[in-house]
């Protein structure tokens, strides 16, 4: 089946600890995003990804990275610079088509949690 | 700044009946927009787009409207059923294929 891909679906981390948040997507997106959601709250954009190799900040980018190696994976590492890292965390992607702006399709997100 | 709103956190009805959740915008230029429904815990599902150059898009059970005169969506949904409980986003393009998204309505749906 194609689609998106998060693991793990929950993860708890130590305060200080980095963790790193999987995405894959067999859909031949282009464009990858990380969004974190907080209880009763919108999504927020954390960073994303028009092709292979580059990425950009998104509103709150502080605290965490991200790569771009495969077009298939665009994975998320929470650092210990995110002050408050316990929320959803959402990963999308779309075309890039000449067509315009296409809808974004997400994964099953992964709760974390610090503890 | 532009934004995207929704008029109300929460809507109960009774199984059978129609539902419609609202949704406002501000920014003139958007030309996109989405549907998405959210059950717990789980990532957002596409119900149903809408592109500016339309006022109107039906889909299975539901029907998303568009008034760019007053900047306002709206997804009904018909007969609504318990499955259609979750949070309903609505989100809107600002920029090349950037989404802003609404805070997201409640569904609940009584037997």
């Known amino acids: 089946d194609g689609g998106i891909t998060q693991s793990p679906k929950y993860l708890f981390r130590k305060e200080g600890q980095n963790v790193t948040l999987s995405c894959e997507q067999n859909?031949?997106?282009?464009?990858m995003y990380w969004y974190r959601q907080d209880p009763g709250q919108g999504l927020r954009l954390i960073y994303y990804?028009?092709?292979?190799?580059?990425?950009q900040k998104g509103d709150i980018a502080e605290g965490y990275s991200v790569s771009r190696e495969k077009k298939e994976s665009f994975p998320l590492t929470v650092t210990s610079a995110q002050k408050n890292p316990t929320a959803f965390y959402l990963c999308?992607?779309?075309?890039?088509?000449?067509?315009?702006?296409?809808?974004?399709?997400f994964g099953p997100g992964t709760r974390l949690t610090v503890l | 700044g532009e934004s995207v709103g929704l008029h109300l956190p929460t809507l109960s009805v009774q199984e059978g009946d129609n539902s419609i959740i609202n949704c406002a915008y501000s920014?003139?230029?958007?030309?996109?927009f989405i549907w998405y429904k959210q059950e717990s815990g789980k990532g957002p599902q596409f119900i149903i787009d809408?592109?500016?150059?339309?006022d109107k898009r039906q889909g299975q059970r539901v029907t998303v409207l568009l008034n760019k005169t007053v900047k306002h969506l709206s997804l009904q949904i018909a007969a609504t059923q318990p499955g259609d409980s979750a949070v309903y986003f609505c989100?809107?393009?600002?920029?090349?294929?950037?989404?802003?998204f609404g805070g997201g309505t409640r569904l609940m749906v009584k037997p």
């Open positions: 999308a992607s779309t075309n890039t088509g000449q067509g315009g702006v296409d809808t974004q399709y």
């Open positions: 859909l031949n997106h282009d464009a």
């Open positions: 990804s028009q092709i292979v190799n580059d990425f």
């Open positions: 920014n003139s230029a958007s030309d996109y």
């Open positions: 809408i592109r500016s150059n339309m």
């Open positions: 989100a809107e393009n600002n920029a090349g294929n950037m989404l802003t």
